[in-house]
């Protein structure tokens, strides 16, 4: 029996890809035959990482295996996926309300609205769901799935952060008034995301 995962893009430092490579080590660990597919591999990872699929290209498996899906975003994989002959588990890392794209990208917006129709398409089709919070979760279940789902966080790569900082980034800041607040925003930028309203508060909280 093989385990193998399946994800629509293996990008460098992406939340979704980092669990993926952090499932695998823990798969291998626990003496699993095991190995990732996916349509996109970012240029910056190596080739051998994974296998490429080409179009409806589908892994070869057998009845006992189990194959793993990533859903996050729109993938023909949304609708292949249930074609697979064995066991199938969707790990359902969450996809961003279409509605948070409104004003912002039409097109990210249509990507989202054919991400939730391939969520959709799947219900009733795995038999084993994990969601990465509670708040996904309950989204399955709004939208039909009636399979067993259990919460599970995302692996973290806790190795990534031994990594030094930078040395040119901590010369450029280093003498910058304590009173300046540099912020590093970690994801997506929408007016939904409130990161204005945590910049707003802290400009007046300084200024009190």
């Known amino acids: 029996m093989k385990v193998i995962q399946m994800l629509p893009t293996l990008a460098l430092g992406d939340a979704v890809g980092n669990d993926t490579f952090a499932l695998k080590k823990v798969l291998k660990d626990l003496g699993y035959e095991t190995a990732i597919y996916t349509n996109v591999l970012d240029r910056r990872l190596p080739s051998s990482c994974c296998e490429v699929l080409i179009g409806n290209e589908l892994p070869e498996v057998e009845e006992d295996d189990i194959a793993i899906y990533h859903m996050s975003t729109e993938s023909i994989l949304n609708f292949n996926f249930e074609t697979m002959q064995c066991r199938k588990i969707m790990i359902y890392h969450n996809i961003t309300p279409p509605e948070f794209m409104k004003d912002c990208s039409y097109t990210i917006q249509k990507h989202s609205i054919a991400g939730l129709a391939g969520l ?55 003498n910058i008034l304590i009173s300046i607040i540099n912020y590093v925003n970690v994801k997506f930028y929408y007016p939904k995301y409130r990161q204005m309203k945590l910049i707003n508060t802290n400009i007046f909280v300084y200024s009190i």
């Open 120 to 174: 959709k398409n799947l219900v009733g089709k795995v038999d084993y769901c994990l969601a990465d919070s509670e708040f996904n979760k309950q989204d399955l279940i709004k939208c039909g799935y009636t399979c067993p789902i259990d919460v599970r966080p995302i692996l973290i790569p806790f190795d990534d952060y031994k990594a030094k900082p930078d040395k040119n980034i901590i010369k450029t800041y280093k």
